[in-house]
């Protein structure tokens, strides 16, 4: 109906989505609230997930910074080896032929060696230019943390010896800042960018990636980039490595709706909670009431942002082996239990252990339905923004298909009690 019977051709289709991708990502907020008004979500119980998804590129397309470097060298001298062979074989042109009779072309052989020269220098720079910019905005870090202390010891009257201290850290913890910041803006000039965001993340903001990096923000021999898709990482996927992102998923309890999602570039799960919960709210209009977590999550931290915001959070604090239940605990909670110990001991309660129990009825079975039932296997656009939006649609396409299937549900029951 809405094509008039016309069939779109695939590369249309794609470039729509590519030119819309914006409008797409405001489709999956509105398809959220459509689920909401139908009476589908009630964040009484939410659970989050990461799971890894491959990138539009292929991980043998990464090269590490001590690669980059040697391979530099050794191109340099094959092309010169190269470009004194062709000045020796213009002379004996220009001999034979006349000078300008007859002008060689830039041989094959050279001009894919100067190309790959060319796009390996540029990868190293832009590679340098993310872990300047990452030790910049520690040392900003670092240097915030230390006017706070400065001036709280200031607020307190703290003796003068402790203030004078103090003030001698955030000094020089201001000048590293500043020292670091030159670096990464002039790094980034050198690599034809345009000057680093070394402002702090917003709250919502997914996690960037930690590249490895030295004390003086240059990147360590190990670290990598790859040249299909650089935003894209190596992480580490049920046992194996793969080029890609971790993509985060939000799912109420009640239809297996998500309500938030989020894409990185940061294996690790422990960062994206925060953000997450920024999300959940804004997108579904609330928190929930009660979140269970796996232990990629685990931090006090984490725990303790879950209480601050009223979430009843049940977050995993280790592994055990699949389908072994967690050890019964008996007896009063020692007075001087850490964070992690009152945690293990909250899930292995009765009601933790129904509420954990049921985390793998709910966002587990999401994963599968994306990647096994509609074979999102990887993504088909290239770089974080739009990887962004293309799990944006995948997660908006999700609900729509919840909607429909409970609205369908709906009118059979009740073409059923009417006969």
Same mark, same amino acid.
């Given at each position: 109906?809405?094509?008039?019977?016309?069939?779109?051709?695939? /590369? *249309?289709?794609?470039?729509?989505? =590519?030119?819309?991708?914006? +409008?797409?990502?405001?489709?999956?907020?509105?398809?959220?609230?459509?689920?909401?008004?139908?009476?589908?979500?009630?964040?009484?119980?939410?659970?989050?997930?990461? $799971?890894?998804?491959? &990138?539009?590129? /292929?991980?043998?397309?990464?090269?590490?910074?001590?690669?980059?470097?040697?391979?530099?060298?050794?191109?340099?001298?094959?092309?010169?080896?190269?470009?004194? =062979? @062709?000045?020796?074989?213009?002379?004996?042109?220009?001999?034979?032929?006349?000078?300008?009779?007859?002008?060689?072309?830039?041989?094959?052989?050279? *001009?894919?060696?100067?190309?790959?020269?060319?796009?390996?220098?540029?990868?190293?720079?832009?590679?340098?230019?993310?872990?300047?910019? +990452?030790? +910049?905005?520690?040392?900003?870090?670092?240097?915030?943390?230390? =006017? $706070?202390? #400065?001036?709280? @010891? %200031?607020?307190?009257?703290?003796?003068?010896?402790?203030?004078?201290?103090?003030? %001698?850290?955030?000094? $020089? +913890?201001?000048?590293?800042?500043? !020292?670091? *910041?030159?670096?990464?803006?002039?790094?980034?000039?050198?690599?034809?960018?345009?000057?680093?965001?070394?402002?702090?993340?917003? !709250?919502?903001?997914?996690?960037?990636?930690?590249?490895?990096?030295?004390?003086?923000?240059?990147?360590?021999?190990?670290?990598? =980039?790859?040249?299909?898709?650089?935003?894209?990482?190596?992480?580490?996927?049920?046992?194996?490595?793969?080029?890609?992102?971790?993509?985060?998923?939000?799912?109420?309890?009640?239809?297996? !709706?998500? !309500?938030?999602?989020?894409?990185?570039?940061?294996?690790?799960?422990?960062?994206?909670?925060?953000?997450?919960?920024?999300?959940?709210?804004?997108?579904?209009? &609330?928190?929930?009431?009660?979140?269970?977590?796996?232990?990629?999550?685990?931090?006090?931290?984490? #725990?303790?942002?879950?209480?601050?915001?009223?979430?009843?959070?049940?977050?995993?604090?280790? *592994?055990?082996?699949?389908?072994?239940?967690?050890?019964?605990?008996?007896?009063?909670?020692?007075?001087?239990?850490?964070?992690?110990?009152?945690?293990?001991?909250?899930?292995?309660?009765?009601?933790? /252990?129904?509420?954990? &129990?049921?985390?793998?009825?709910?966002?587990?079975?999401?994963?599968?339905?994306?990647?096994?039932?509609?074979?999102?296997?990887?993504?088909?656009?290239?770089?974080?923004?739009?990887?962004?939006?293309?799990?944006?649609?995948?997660?908006?396409?999700?609900?729509?298909?919840?909607?429909?299937?409970?609205?369908?549900?709906?009118?059979? $029951?009740?073409?059923?009690?009417?006969?």
């Amino acid at each position: 109906m809405l094509t008039g019977n016309q069939q779109p051709d695939h /590369s *249309r289709i794609s470039e729509f989505r =590519r030119r819309n991708l914006d +409008a797409l990502k405001d489709l999956f907020v509105q398809i959220l609230r459509l689920c909401q008004k139908a009476g589908m979500v009630s964040l009484g119980h939410v659970a989050l997930d990461g $799971t890894k998804v491959q &990138a539009n590129a /292929s991980k043998r397309k990464a090269m590490s910074h001590e690669r980059m470097l040697r391979a530099e060298k050794e191109l340099e001298k094959e092309i010169n080896a190269l470009m004194r =062979r @062709a000045e020796i074989l213009d002379a004996q042109e220009d001999k034979r032929y006349g000078k300008g009779k007859l002008g060689s072309d830039l041989p094959d052989e050279l *001009r894919r060696r100067q190309d790959r020269l060319t796009r390996i220098r540029q990868a190293r720079k832009e590679m340098e230019a993310e872990t300047a910019a +990452a030790a +910049a905005r520690q040392r900003q870090e670092e240097a915030e943390e230390a =006017r $706070t202390k #400065a001036a709280a @010891a %200031r607020e307190s009257d703290a003796p003068a010896v402790e203030q004078a201290e103090l003030n %001698r850290k955030a000094e $020089t +913890a201001e000048v590293k800042a500043n !020292v670091a *910041r030159e670096k990464a803006i002039e790094v980034a000039k050198e690599a034809g960018l345009e000057p680093p965001d070394l402002e702090p993340l917003a !709250v919502e903001a997914m996690p960037r990636r930690g590249l490895a990096r030295k004390a003086d923000g240059t990147p360590t021999r190990k670290s990598q =980039r790859n040249f299909t898709d650089p935003d894209s990482h190596l992480m580490q996927s049920g046992g194996s490595y793969l080029q890609g992102y971790n993509c985060q998923l939000a799912v109420d309890s009640d239809h297996q !709706v998500i !309500v938030a999602v989020g894409v990185s570039n940061q294996p690790p799960d422990v960062e994206h909670l925060e953000p997450m919960l920024r999300r959940i709210a804004t997108s579904a209009g &609330a928190l929930p009431e009660v979140m269970t977590l796996d232990a990629g999550y685990w931090s006090e931290d984490n #725990a303790k942002a879950c209480t601050d915001q009223g979430i009843d959070a049940y977050i995993a604090t280790g *592994r055990l082996p699949h389908g072994q239940p967690p050890p019964p605990q008996r007896g009063p909670l020692p007075r001087e239990a850490d964070a992690r110990t009152r945690m293990a001991r909250k899930l292995r309660s009765k009601k933790g /252990s129904r509420f954990y &129990a049921q985390r793998k009825a709910i966002v587990e079975p999401v994963n599968g339905q994306i990647k096994e039932g509609r074979g999102l296997r990887r993504f088909l656009l290239r770089g974080l923004e739009k990887v962004d939006g293309e799990w944006h649609l995948i997660a908006a396409t999700h609900n729509l298909l919840k909607l429909f299937r409970h609205r369908r549900s709906q009118q059979q $029951t009740q073409w059923a009690a009417t006969g």
